[in-house]
């Protein structure tokens, strides 16, 4: 029996949740996710994602994404970020997704991704020219199969469905083929699965069998809506509906995610259809910027999640292994705050780009309207030079 | 931006917007005192704002030199909060001791936030935190949110333009922002009530001229239009159809009772016209230096706020003339035959606005600045276009200035106010040309024109203001020698 459900449990509250890592640190087997992350494990295939080299990695990526969002959060206090949206608390769900998904995934994120793009290659820095207004997405998409951040929410899954009935039109689903066969990673939070094209777009996956993911970050609050009020069931249950396998899973704890998501994926390649995880997480900082938490949620819930860090429960899991010391500590940290301050430097001598750059993205293609849009763009810029040209030409007659 | 340097090493941290599109916050708790070495993103000062309560990080690392502001205050988002001194701080390496995870972090410090200056510490010992919650890894010290006071509704502190109401493309706003226009004054013509950039220009002449934007606003009451047979015709109309009371018309003629301010306004220009006997004279200026000056102010910060027209300047050379000739500013007192010198100078300014002919005056007017006159003016141009004009405020007036040339008109015989000796019309400034150093050149030319009460003033003095007048106006320089 696959830790995929199809079927929902008499009584709701009886949906499992699958947990690897205690927050104490303590490690549970599990043999199905364990054949997915570890060689060692019976009917692995061979890849071992749980390696201590690797596990420390998840351990230095979560310390140096953490390092550089709450960077971000000091540089919009500073006027440098128009708006940030931290991902404090979800470093786990974020890095474990990302380092399950395979080179060639295409990976279709939120605006709260910051792990999943740093997994993905995605320096720091190109999600802050987001938030500062001087980048309209910031990376090559086919280059990092990494959609660019989506505002939208819920937008997301419409958009990852599509894209992956297009790969079941270039035939590359289901093949076999382990090099070229792909899956897309749909990313959305608890609050964005409660719009309606969520729903329409795991209508259109289960009919179509696409190969798709769909990776739901409970993170217990949409805003100022608790998870509780938007849903009476848990979320992972949801998708049963229409047939599509879902599993709940600890979003603090790397290694569940890492197998579930890894699993999912390798299914969705495989041609069996999607597949929907809801990690289990918490939002520790606010909405965004512009929010203030402590005006809706009580400051013990945030403690209560703050014991079930992500990161100090790897740590301890190296610990108990025996594979971490205090300078490997210390030098991640040493590097972490490195990374937050080429960021503060970077940003702080950030120049503002060409205004018709947005143009030239458009489409593929020279287009007659783009073009004419981009024409009548640079008019309306220009008015503001001739008003300085105005300025001074006033400035000169006035003076003779 | 957070922060300008303002000398060599001193930074100044100036409130950020912490949200979007917030303007103000209150200050709420101060982390650090003068003298305390901060690090960047070191938490300094913890706003509450129509949003929520924030700490703001320092963007540099260096030592604390001053503190703007106090606990209480609400602040405009762009206010200096402290200044730091760069030079002798810590390299900005110096926020290393809490990283994102750190075992001695988890005990309560965030990440690169640490929070170990000097006043915390003393206010830890001070007073133990013990319901302090121990905050894990990296989540960073969100110190109080338990506190939530909300503070706002503070928006009864004087009616304020709703700016954002106003709608005008983002050129025609930087327009109005250079050309000093406010565009709550301006009159839109613009489709769906949009100002568009011949509405800011229009608006901006008017200012130069002197004008009040009123003559654009609204219904003049119809004897009060000039000329213009065809659109009289248009206007009687529509007057014909206002439900005014004791209005009559026909086909031919429109039928209005005299009151209030034109009933008035007739009494006092019979009563002066017929009372003392007038004498006007004329110049001809180059108010070239007065349009500069009126440019460069416009353009200066400090009078960013304040609404700068030839007015003001032609108001301030007045009282530097009357200064040097004091006895012009008397008064006919037929009663008691006397003359009276007025030490003082209330200086009138005849407005025009909807509802007729108004000449508030400006109380002491020569103890002003230029800019109390150029605020003075605009306050009392403003309470007469709302009709809030109090019978006070025109009354003991000394001496009037009437701006004809809001109409583009260059120049008239101004009839008195009752019970003044002098008054002084400005008419349209326009390109002219003008012989400078015997050469034919564009010159920005006026015409003044002045009336003076020839029982008490004779036409040596009379015209000896008007050339005083007109010299400060043509060498405002001379302000300084004379003022």
């Known amino acids: ?400 | 931006m957070p922060g300008t340097s303002s000398s060599s090493s001193v930074v100044t941290i100036a409130l950020t917007d912490p949200g979007e599109g917030l303007t103000e916050a209150e200050i709420i708790d101060i982390k650090v005192a003068v003298g305390d070495t901060i690090a960047i993103n070191d938490a300094v000062i913890e706003v509450e704002t129509a949003k929520s309560a924030v700490e703001l990080p320092s963007h540099v690392a260096g030592t604390v030199t001053a503190i703007l502001v106090a606990v209480g205050d609400e602040v405009p988002v762009g206010s200096a909060l402290l200044q730091v001194d760069t030079a002798g701080g810590p390299a900005p390496t110096e926020g290393q001791g809490a990283s994102p995870v750190d075992a001695t972090a988890a005990a309560g410090d965030a990440a690169p936030e640490p929070e170990a200056t000097p006043t915390e510490d003393a206010a830890a010992s001070a007073e133990p935190a013990e319901d302090e919650p121990k905050n894990l890894v990296g989540y960073g010290a969100k110190a109080a949110p338990q506190r939530r006071r909300r503070r706002r509704g503070a928006q009864d502190d004087g009616p304020q333009v709703p700016i954002d109401r106003i709608l005008a493309k983002p050129p025609v706003r930087k327009l109005a922002r250079d050309l000093g226009v406010a565009l709550a004054d301006v009159f839109a013509t613009g489709p769906d009530g949009t100002v568009t950039r011949a509405d800011v220009l229009a608006a901006q002449q008017r200012a130069m001229s002197g004008d009040t934007p009123s003559a654009q606003d609204g219904d003049y009451f119809p004897e009060e239009s000039p000329q213009a047979p065809e659109g009289l015709g248009v206007a009687m109309k529509s007057t014909r159809d206002q439900p005014f009371a004791g209005v009559t018309s026909d086909e031919r003629t429109t039928r209005v009772p005299i009151r209030s301010v034109r009933k008035r306004t007739a009494e006092a220009m019979v009563a002066s016209a017929f009372t003392a006997p007038h004498v006007t004279v004329f110049n001809e200026i180059d108010m070239t230096r007065t349009v500069q000056i009126i440019s460069d102010l416009k353009a200066s910060r400090e009078w960013a706020d304040v609404k700068v027209s030839p007015l003001v300047v032609i108001a301030k050379a007045l009282l530097v003339a009357i200064r040097r000739n004091p006895e012009i500013n008397a008064s006919w007192d037929e009663q008691n035959q006397e003359i009276v010198y007025k030490h003082f100078v209330n200086l009138g300014i005849a407005a025009a606005t909807p509802r007729g002919l108004i000449v508030p005056n400006l109380k002491d007017a020569h103890l002003m600045t230029l800019r109390e006159l150029a605020e003075g003016i605009d306050d009392l141009a403003k309470t007469a276009r709302a009709g809030r004009t109090s019978l006070s405020d025109t009354r003991e007036g000394t001496i009037t200035i009437t701006n004809f040339g809001v109409f583009g008109i260059d120049s008239g015989t101004p009839i008195l106010n009752p019970g003044e000796s002098v008054i002084v019309g400005v008419g349209a400034i326009k390109d002219k040309p003008w012989v400078v150093d015997g050469q034919i050149v564009t010159r920005k030319i006026a015409q003044l024109a002045l009336s003076f009460d020839h029982r008490l003033i004779d036409g040596a003095l009379g015209s000896v203001l008007l050339r005083d007048l007109s010299a400060v106006l043509e060498d405002p320089a001379l302000g300084l020698v004379w003022g």
Request: charged share 25%; net charge negative; glycine share 8%.
């Open chain 1, 1 to 400: 029996m696959s830790v995929f459900a199809t079927t929902i449990p008499s009584v709701a509250e009886q949906e499992p949740l699958i947990q690897l890592l205690a927050p104490d640190g303590t490690r549970t087997p599990h043999p199905e996710l364990d054949a997915v992350i570890s060689a060692a494990a019976p009917g692995s295939d061979g890849d071992d994602l749980a390696t201590p080299e690797r596990l420390r990695g998840y351990y230095r990526d979560m310390v140096m994404i953490r390092a550089a969002d709450l960077e971000a959060t000091s540089l919009q206090r500073q006027g440098q970020l128009g708006l940030w949206a931290s991902a404090l608390g979800q470093e786990a769900a974020q890095i474990g997704a990302g380092h399950a998904s395979r080179e060639q995934d295409y990976l279709v994120p939120t605006y709260r991704e910051h792990g999943i793009a740093w997994a993905r290659g995605i320096e720091p820095w190109r999600l802050l020219e987001s938030f500062r207004g001087v980048s309209h997405g910031g990376w090559d998409p086919n280059e990092l199969r990494t959609h660019p951040y989506m505002i939208v929410l819920g937008s997301q899954a419409p958009h990852a469905v599509g894209y992956a009935m297009g790969l079941q039109r270039d035939g590359v689903v289901g093949t076999g083929e382990t090099a070229t066969d792909t899956a897309v990673l749909a990313l959305f939070g608890d609050g964005a699965s409660s719009e309606g094209e969520v729903s329409e777009s795991f209508t259109f996956a289960a009919s179509f069998q696409a190969p798709v993911v769909f990776f739901t970050q409970n993170n217990q609050w949409a805003i100022s809506v608790p998870a509780s009020v938007q849903s009476r069931v848990p979320l992972a249950q949801r998708s049963r509906g229409w047939g599509i396998p879902s599993v709940r899973v600890d979003g603090n704890d790397v290694l569940a995610v890492l197998g579930a998501v890894r699993a999912a994926l390798d299914a969705a390649r495989a041609g069996e259809g999607p597949q929907f995880i809801e990690a289990v997480t918490y939002r520790m900082a606010a909405h965004t910027t512009s929010d203030d938490a402590s005006r809706y949620r009580p400051a013990v819930e945030e403690q209560e999640w703050g014991e079930k860090d992500p990161i100090l429960r790897l740590r301890r899991h190296l610990e108990q292994l025996g594979e971490i010391d205090e300078a490997f500590i210390v030098r991640c940290d040493e590097e972490a705050h490195e990374l937050a301050m080429e960021l503060h430097h970077h940003i702080h001598g950030m120049e503002d780009p060409d205004p018709v750059g947005m143009f030239t993205h458009a489409y593929a293609e020279p287009h007659p309207i783009v073009e004419a849009e981009r024409e009548q763009y640079l008019e309306y810029i220009a008015q503001f030079e001739d008003e300085n040209e105005n300025d001074k030409a006033e400035q000169r007659g006035e003076q003779a």
